[in-house]
């Protein structure tokens, strides 16, 4: 049996920018799913009762349903009542969603983590709610949770391969493509997962990157 | 095509809810024994079998389920013209394999959270590896391993949704003919949703129902 690795080496340009279609779509949602997440958690541990019990109900629905069944919801049945969002869009909105689901979840974990003196000792000095947040909590917050943030960011890049079901030009959708104009199968899809398998490996690398310099104190 | 409302729907969509749990029952079952093969072996005192495993763990680790379904469908029978899979065997396989590398790294992190001295005290004993495991290390790792097993299982219960991808007609492929036919996807993949979430949801009690327990 012989293999033509180089027969998919002139669809490499056309195979990067997928996979930057994959990368920018996964950065967008993580990014607008993390603030979001981080209202949603605060919402939950708000002590409101409407407020927390509506986060609790958000977050319960998107990690107990698939992402795919998610994005054809966005794709083809919000068409249905003349939203109409393009592939991108159904993706971006999708990704951010659930990503904030999962976030919120984990951002929790990290809130609570930060000891209850540190925002006594905020309050103490006349810091408000709002700065209080902004400058004792969150901090300490985000680097207690960061090796679970980096798991979820890697989890949402991987799983952003399911936007090439509703037709986004990603890595795997482009995969499938020069599958078919090229016929060489097995070649294709070790590129893909070659591809797939690196910036996974980058993600890791840069968050821990990010633990030593970032924050350090 | 809206004669006989949507209750005509609801038995297929049932019968693709039935076939979802199949598929997570089966490839949970291998990938859990999958994973305690390649936890192990990953953190055994033979290296080359260390290596093996963690090539395996790592490398599944950083695919997409889609890649892993596309690539055993398309690209495997090329390597091996026997393994040429129908869609249902290439759903088991491909889903049991990414639920053996994520199960292999619980199993790994629990057996590694057993204190140093119970394996100690076991060869003190005498005990050899297998005994040592079999009687001391992993009846404790196990409690340890339940929790985010619970959880990963949610997550393969939703990962199984990619099968339709390769045309196995589980529970979202189903919808997915649902819709072609009565042109109404956002009735029919709300129902999907919502028979998902009735799937799912229970498992996601347990799991919480188990770590109170723990605690």
């Not at chain 1, 949602?29 to 609790?56: E, P, T, Y």
């Not at chain 2, 040429?84 to 992190?109: D, K, P, W």
Request: net charge positive.
């Amino acid at each position: 049996m012989t293999f033509y690795f180089g027969d998919i080496l002139p669809y490499l340009p056309v195979l990067l920018h997928a996979l930057w279609i994959s990368v920018y779509v996964t950065l967008i949602g993580f990014a607008a799913g993390s603030v979001a997440g981080v209202l949603i958690s605060l919402a939950r541990s708000s002590g409101v009762r409407a407020l927390s019990a509506s986060a609790g109900v958000y977050i319960e629905i998107f990690r107990n349903t698939p992402l795919l069944v998610q994005l054809y919801l966005i794709y083809f049945g919000l068409g249905q009542v003349g939203i109409n969002f393009n592939p991108f869009w159904s993706a971006v909105v999708g990704l951010t969603l659930n990503n904030a689901a999962y976030t919120a979840e984990i951002f929790r974990a990290g809130f609570e983590s930060v000891p209850a003196g540190l925002r006594e000792a905020a309050s103490a000095l006349g810091m408000t709610p709002v700065q209080n947040f902004r400058y004792v909590v969150l901090k300490p917050a985000v680097r207690n949770v960061l090796p679970s943030l980096t798991n979820q960011l890697i989890v949402l890049f991987l799983f952003s391969s399911v936007g090439s079901v509703i037709a986004l030009p990603e890595l795997t959708n482009e995969l499938s493509n020069i599958n078919s104009l090229t016929n060489r199968t097995l070649e294709t899809f070790t590129y893909g997962a070659v591809l797939y398998y690196l910036v996974s490996v980058a993600m890791a690398m840069s968050s821990r990157l990010a633990e030593k310099t970032l924050f350090r104190w | 095509m809206n004669d006989g409302g949507f209750a005509q729907f609801l038995a297929p969509l049932l019968r693709g809810t039935e076939l979802t749990l199949m598929l997570v029952a089966v490839s949970g079952v291998v990938g859990t024994i999958l994973g305690l093969v390649f936890g192990m072996a990953r953190i055994c005192p033979v290296p080359p079998l260390r290596w093996v495993a963690a090539v395996y763990i790592n490398f599944l680790r950083g695919q997409p389920v889609l890649i892993i379904l596309l690539f055993i469908y398309f690209a495997l029978p090329l390597l091996f013209p026997a393994a040429t899979f129908n869609r249902g065997f290439t759903a088991i396989v491909g889903l049991s394999i990414y639920a053996g590398a994520y199960m292999a790294e619980i199993f790994r992190g629990s057996i590694e959270a057993i204190p140093k001295g119970q394996e100690e005290a076991a060869e003190a004993l005498g005990m050899g590896y297998f005994n040592k495991f079999r009687y001391v290390i992993l009846p404790q790792a196990m409690k340890i391993a339940v929790p985010p097993a619970i959880g990963f299982l949610i997550s393969l219960v939703k990962a199984s949704a990619l099968v339709s991808v390769i045309g196995f007609v589980e529970l979202t492929q189903a919808g997915h003919i649902i819709s072609n036919i009565n042109q109404e996807p956002l009735q029919t993949f709300l129902v999907v949703a919502v028979l998902y979430f009735i799937v799912s949801y229970p498992i996601s009690l347990l799991g919480r129902w188990y770590e109170r327990r723990l605690a």
